[in-house]
């Protein structure tokens, strides 16, 4: 069965540091997404981005945030300057129509130090 | 603005017991519900998608339901086995594509 693969599955940084977090989405989903995960919280919505452009972002998603898709397979996002409540499971997620479930990346656990 | 809730936060069942999860959400105006299942430290591995105009989604031993009149969905797990344990979440997807979660109910099975 086709997966959402993410990389690394854990990162350590240092604050003020950039991270990039990465994902190949399924090859022939439309849709993409970023979600975090902080300890013992819900899961949150960050970015949705479609025909490669941002199609929607929350509160959370300020200009320390970016998402790209650079290359037609990975998608990435990027935190600029990572402060300490930036240390949450990050999430990518894809789906092929709105009429298709998500299917979510097994995360990166990123910790801010 | 979509608020989705599952109550409890916790349930704890002896082995072979049918259980149902609960899931209320504030916006009947929904695309689609799904259902998944988190492992502790883990990702979210997709059980059940149920699309506005349905009523019900088996697999297996699973069987979720929807009713969007009253903003609600049901998750049956039917002869549960200590394997199930695990946070099951429940999330709405609105017209805007971006899905709103619950904070998950974590079950655990007793051998």
């Known amino acids: 069965e086709p997966e959402v693969t993410q990389t690394p599955s854990h990162q350590v940084t240092q604050m003020g540091q950039e991270v990039i977090l990465r994902c190949v989405p399924i090859s022939n989903h439309l849709y993409f997404y970023w979600y975090r995960q902080i300890l013992g919280q819900k899961v949150e919505f960050l970015v949705s981005f479609y025909n490669n452009e941002i199609s929607e972002k929350s509160e959370i998603f300020d200009d320390q945030f970016s998402v790209e898709r650079p290359d037609g397979s990975n998608f990435t996002l990027k935190i600029r300057s990572t402060k300490l409540e930036d240390s949450a499971m990050y999430f990518c997620?894809?789906?092929?129509?709105?009429?298709?479930?998500?299917?979510f990346g097994s995360g990166t656990r990123l910790t801010v130090v | 603005k979509q608020e989705v809730t599952q109550i409890p936060a916790a349930l704890s069942v002896p082995e072979g017991e049918n259980l149902v999860l609960n899931c209320s959400f504030t916006?009947?105006?929904?695309?689609?519900l799904q259902w998944f299942r988190q492992d502790p430290g883990k990702g979210l591995t997709s059980l059940l998608l149920i699309q506005s105009s349905q009523r019900e989604q088996t697999s297996g031993r699973l069987n979720a339901s929807l009713d969007k009149s009253s903003g609600r969905s049901t998750l049956y797990i039917a002869a549960s086995q200590p394997g199930d344990s695990a946070t099951y979440l429940c999330a709405a997807s609105g017209a805007n594509s971006k899905l709103t979660f619950g904070k998950g109910i974590t079950l655990s099975v007793r051998p």
């Open positions: 997620a894809s789906r092929g129509t709105l009429q298709y479930g998500y299917t």
């Open positions: 916006d009947s105006a929904i695309y689609n």
